[in-house]
């Protein structure tokens, strides 16, 4: 059994439901083998995987409405993954990664509860070569870019993941790194728009950040 605590939430995505399995709070931590110790993983940082969080949503708005037709897409970073699960349910190429050691699990779990093939998962982390993991038309993530040092190794997988004709599309609320990062993947041939996205067709509010959409080898898709 278990020694962290989880709920579930619901949560509408393009005038879809989709119910979700997430950690409690913020507080949750059980790493009893190790796992998460021996990957970096502070038992601070343990519990904000398996959360739901603003940009994750506005994420998945997005990829509800993106043009996906013959795109192989990966998701860095997936967390509990409300992105992949709407791309899968469109019929999406998706594969999502992460690092923490109860992603996969959970993605499996949450995808059987909204009636959904399994997602294609791959353990990732960034500062490590996966040459099996082959490239891709789109990448993307949300809320990545908290340190200076996440947005140099975001832009290291992109540089080995993202085909010659690509796309990148990321939702950032502000951590300060977008520029610093832009520059990184404009070295990588990535030109860049920037817009802002409702939280869903009904929602009054905006999201209070951006939702960054660079493109290389192509004519960028207005998001």
């Known amino acids: 059994m278990?020694?962290?605590?989880t709920r579930n939430v619901k949560?509408?995505?393009?005038?879809?439901?989709?119910?979700?399995?997430?950690?409690?709070?913020?507080?949750?931590?059980?790493?009893?083998?190790g796992h998460g110790n021996r990957l970096g993983i502070s038992s601070a940082q343990w519990s904000l995987f398996g959360q739901l969080w603003p940009s994750s949503h506005v994420l998945a708005q997005a990829m509800y409405r993106f043009d996906i037709q013959g795109k192989r897409v990966l998701e860095l970073g997936c967390g509990i993954a409300l992105a992949s699960l709407v791309l899968k349910q469109r019929g999406a190429d998706v594969v999502a990664s992460d690092f923490h050691p109860l992603a996969e699990s959970f993605l499996a779990y949450n995808a059987a509860l909204n009636a959904l093939p399994a997602v294609n998962y791959r353990q990732l982390r960034w500062g490590h070569d996966a040459p099996a993991l082959g490239t891709f038309d789109l990448i993307i993530a949300s809320d990545v870019l908290y340190e200076r040092s996440q947005a140099d190794l975001m832009a290291d997988v992109?540089?080995?993941?993202?085909?010659?004709?690509?796309?990148?599309?990321?939702t950032d609320p502000g951590r300060g790194n977008s520029a610093h990062f832009g520059r990184l993947l404009g070295q990588l041939g990535f030109e860049f728009t920037s817009t802002r996205c409702r939280m869903d067709d009904?929602?009054?509010?905006?999201?209070r950040g951006q939702l960054l959409h660079y493109s290389r080898g192509m004519i960028a898709v207005t998001t």
Request: glycine content about 4%; proline content about 4%.
């Open 202 to 207: 009904s929602d009054a509010e905006p999201f």
């Open 11 to 33: 949560v509408s995505v393009g005038g879809r439901s989709y119910l979700l399995r997430i950690l409690s709070d913020k507080q949750q931590f059980s790493d009893p083998d």
């Open 158 to 170: 992109i540089k080995r993941h993202a085909k010659s004709k690509a796309e990148v599309v990321i």
């Open 2 to 5: 278990s020694s962290y605590k």
